[in-house]
């Protein structure tokens, strides 16, 4: 059985906790346990893309969308997007800075990760985290 849900947040710094939440409690309404890695991963995967959002999206943009999809197998999509066309790409980070090293935890952790474009309507960041 395939199960989706979206929802849009503002673009503010206490949106990505409440992505998290809301991730987590859907998973969880689905049958996802609390000590499931799978829904442990997905919700940090959620975090760092919302990050991203909230911190490099478009200045005029006011929402992003997230979406997650439990798939048949136990395994979940993570979707995150917004009216941005630039896609995100891994960099090299020194070993003293402070940030950057967000897309290389989402590389770490996510089975398969990558970028949709929606042409004009900016792009989607998706995550698929397997079950184990």
Do not use: Y
């Not at 935890?105 to 989607?124: D, I, P, Q």
Request: net charge negative.
């Amino acid at each position: 059985m395939l199960r989706r849900n979206s929802f849009r947040l503002p673009r503010h710094p206490a949106s990505v906790g409440l992505a998290r939440r809301r991730v987590r409690d859907q998973l969880a309404d689905w049958g996802h346990e609390p000590d499931d890695p799978a829904l442990a991963d997905a919700v940090l995967l959620v975090s760092e893309l919302a990050t991203n959002v909230v911190r490099h999206g478009p200045f005029l943009e006011r929402e992003f969308e997230v979406a997650v999809t439990a798939l048949a197998d136990g395994s979940c999509l993570i979707e995150v997007s917004d009216g941005g066309r630039l896609e995100p790409r891994l960099r090299v980070v020194g070993e003293f800075e402070e940030a950057g090293r967000g897309l290389h935890l989402v590389e770490n952790v996510a089975a398969a990760w990558g970028v949709w474009s929606r042409g004009r309507h900016g792009k989607t960041v998706w995550a698929l985290v397997t079950a184990d």
